[in-house]
């Protein structure tokens, strides 16, 4: 049986999951923490997890694809980014 949230409340866990997953910080166990604090079960915590890595992936075609896969176009970007940060 599905759990239907109120949409409110699955736009804020889903904001806090957005917030985890761009922190390099991110303590382990933080997502299980989430699900303890907001009483929605584990699993679902994780799978709105995927949900939005698969989001994030979407938005950047270029996270998650193998390098040898990149254009050169692709590898020109992250290269001036990094570059820049030095």
């Known amino acids: 049986m599905m ?8 736009e ?6 957005r ?9 382990r166990g933080a997502f299980s923490q989430l ?6 079960p584990s699993a679902t915590i ?9 989001d994030l992936i979407s938005q950047d075609p270029v996270k998650g694809t193998p390098t040898h896969t990149w254009s050169s ?3 020109f970007q992250v290269r001036t980014c990094y ?3 030095e």
């Open 3 to 10: 759990i239907l949230y109120p949409k409110d409340q699955k």
């Open 19 to 27: 917030t985890l997953l761009s922190d390099p910080n991110t303590p």
């Open 46 to 54: 994780y799978q709105w997890k995927k949900e939005v890595e698969a």
């Open 73 to 75: 176009k692709a590898k």
């Open 35 to 40: 699900a303890k604090e907001s009483k929605i």
């Open 12 to 17: 804020a866990v889903f904001r806090k999951i």
């Open 83 to 85: 570059s820049s940060n």
